[in-house]
């Protein structure tokens, strides 16, 4: 009879890490530029007419049967346009375009080793020595 060693065998289990890739929305923004109508104020001259009575002399003639000329005066009304010269301000709008840096967030993985004791079976040999006499 003889004692043969049993072997065992047990299954480790393996863990397997894998790197995955996520797309990661990103953000755009968009300027629009609007125009805005300009709006201005002119002063407009106006002109307004006003009569006014005027006195006219009156001559009075004596006959003397002396020719002289006769001179009357008179007062005229005289209108003056004059033309005005205005300062209209003026608005500017000046647009300056400011670039924004974009932040991006990325998640990185974080590795960790942990080591786990595994038993290896050992095999012992044991010799027995069996004395058989030779005839």
Do not use: A, M, T
């Given at each position: 009879h003889i004692h043969v060693p049993v072997q065992k065998q047990r299954q480790v289990v393996e863990v397997v890490k894998q790197q995955k890739f996520v797309d990661v929305?990103?953000?755009?923004?968009?300027?629009?530029v609007v125009e805005v109508p300009v709006q201005k104020q002119v002063q407009v001259p106006m002109i307004t007419r006003v009569q006014k009575p005027v006195e006219v002399p009156q001559i009075e003639y004596v006959d003397h049967h002396i020719h002289v000329p006769v001179q009357k005066q008179r007062q005229v009304v005289e209108v003056?346009?004059?033309?005005?010269?205005?300062?209209?301000p003026q608005v500017q709008i000046i647009d300056k375009v400011?670039?924004?840096?974009?932040?991006?967030?990325v998640q990185v993985p974080m590795i960790t080793r942990v080591q786990k004791p595994v038993e290896v079976p050992q095999i012992e040999y044991v010799d027995h020595h069996i004395h058989v006499p030779v005839q």
């Open positions: 929305p990103q953000v755009q923004i968009i300027d629009k003056v346009k004059q033309q005005k010269f205005v300062d209209v400011v670039e924004v840096p974009v932040q991006k967030q």
